[in-house]
């Protein structure tokens, strides 16, 4: 489906008499936009939107966000039911293609992806170059960004089949990538993937066994993996997304495309947020100090965050907090643990924040991060990994957009302008004359 022209709006440049017919355009759901493309041709001004928080990069058919009403839509289905219902692969199929798959599509795409799991063997010897205690988020943007020196010389990325392998290769092999990072850093061997297991529970085997034992994959486990990589898989154009959309309008090669997305995604603003929550909770501690924290969070003369809260978009409770939030206790209860310090401190804490003014004013809501780091460290996961957990469900979002955009008819190279605020032109002056 595509934007349609619904009016437009006229703009005039006050004190001259330039003025331009912009098309209004509308989507199928969510805000309309104006297209200002032939705005710098027709009155000779750029628009200024620094964060980008008033623009539309492009026109897209994957994902839907309802900031102000906490929807969150994948191709059209609501990300409660598919959290509900479907698997991770399904739900990849779905945000490659536009439609959920038929029972032999499905097997097909499941046999398709599954058999580019392997890394190449020379790949291995990329880990040996690393530090030991390097941050895993580290270790993915060399390993991934490496996969293209093993995937260029063939790769066309206007040609669909190519297109496709790469996508499947990416979200095949970016868990052994993550599962590899942190094997290297435990100082355990590496664990080759098994085509037996679905893609969750493949995951949590190459990243939890280990040779000298049978590894049992727990049913709870491994559902709630595949949620947690249901629920992180695409979330329309955020600041990583971007990053992989803008190196890829250069015709680069997907793999470094999305080593860049690794890049943007491990910044505690974006997918970090997992990992600060946790070391936030540890260092308030204890309920009876959330107050002291909120009040620095609430001085201005403070950087101190309370991370997992706020968002660009949701000026709502992010959909995707409310299930992860529910699965914590259903995980907890089955692994047995009846109290868990965190998850009461995380739970007061957005009590405490959601009764608060500073955050009911500025509608700061809990966002995805505030509870996963939670259920990831109840599943056996170290604090540094969660933000390459992140990465490894997001693989199919930022292909699913690469993808989309290279199939884009109008695509081109993006490129901002900037709103220039340095020295005007000048001439060099020698330094024996500088006074
Ligand atoms: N704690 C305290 N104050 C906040 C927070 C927060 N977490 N988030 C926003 N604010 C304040 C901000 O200081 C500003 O106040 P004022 O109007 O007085 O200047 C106001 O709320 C509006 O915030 P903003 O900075 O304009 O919002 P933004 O859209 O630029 O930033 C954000 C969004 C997610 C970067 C920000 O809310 C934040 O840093 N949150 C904490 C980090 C976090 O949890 N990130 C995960 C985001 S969801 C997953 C993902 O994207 O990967």
């Known amino acids: 489906m595509s934007a349609s022209a619904k009016g437009s709006v006229t703009i005039t440049l006050d004190g001259s008499n330039k003025s331009t017919r912009l098309p209004l355009l509308s989507g199928t759901v969510g ?55 479907s698997r991770f692969l399904e739900v990849c199929y779905l945000l490659l293609n536009g439609d959920l798959p038929t029972a032999s599509e499905y097997r097909n795409f499941e046999l398709g992806v599954m058999r580019h799991n392997m ?9 040996n170059g690393f530090r030991r205690d390097a941050h895993p988020m580290a270790v993915m943007c060399g390993v991934v960004g490496a996969l ?15 297109r496709r392998i790469a996508a499947f290769r990416l979200i095949a092999k970016v868990p052994t990538i993550a599962a590899w990072a942190h094997k290297y850093s435990a100082g355990q061997p590496f664990v080759y993937p098994r085509n ?22 727990n049913p709870v486990l491994s559902k709630a993996m595949d949620l947690i990589l249901i629920l992180h898989a695409d979330h329309e154009q955020n600041a990583s997304t971007s990053t992989v959309r803008l190196a890829g309008s250069t015709g680069a090669n997907p793999f470094a495309c999305i080593a860049a997305g690794i890049a943007s995604l491990w910044g505690p603003a974006h997918g970090g947020a997992n990992e600060a ?11 009876r100090n959330i107050k002291a924290f909120l009040d620095d969070v609430k001085d201005k003369d403070n950087q101190t965050k309370l991370m997992g809260f706020g968002h660009r978009v949701y000026k709502n409770y992010d959909p995707r907090a409310k299930i992860i939030q529910k699965a914590c206790h259903d995980v907890l209860a089955e692994l047995g643990i009846k109290d868990d310090p965190l998850l009461d401190l995380a739970m007061e804490l957005e ?29 056996g996961f170290p604090t540094s990994m969660f933000t390459a957990l ?46």
């Open 31 to 85: 805000p309309d936009v104006f297209d200002i493309r032939k705005m710098y041709a027709d009155l000779g001004v750029f628009t200024y939107d620094p964060g980008y928080g008033a623009t539309a990069s492009c026109d897209s058919s994957i994902t839907y966000i309802d900031g102000d009403a906490g929807i969150l839509l994948y191709r059209g289905y609501p990300i409660e039911q598919l959290a509900e219902q």
């Open 119 to 127: 890394l190449h063997e020379q790949i291995r010897t990329f880990y």
């Open 148 to 162: 293209s020196a093993f995937y260029h010389d063939n790769l066309d990325v206007r040609d669909t089949e190519s």
């Open 196 to 217: 037996d297991l679905t893609y969750a529970e493949n995951f949590l085997y190459m990243f939890h066994a280990v040779p000298t034992e049978e590894y049992k994959i």
């Open 277 to 287: 929550v946790l070391k936030m909770l540890a260092e308030i501690g204890h309920t």
């Open 351 to 379: 009590k405490i924040a959601l009764s608060d003014p500073y955050f009911v004013d500025r509608k700061l809501y809990p966002n995805v991060d505030f509870y996963s780091g939670i259920i990831l460290k109840a599943m």
């Open 390 to 435: 992140f990465a490894v469900a997001r693989t199919v979002g930022w292909v699913s957009q690469w993808t989309e955009m290279m199939e884009d008819p109008q695509q081109r190279i993006g490129r901002p302008r900037q709103l220039y605020t340095g020295a005007p032109r000048r001439d060099y002056v020698p330094v024996s004359q500088r006074g």
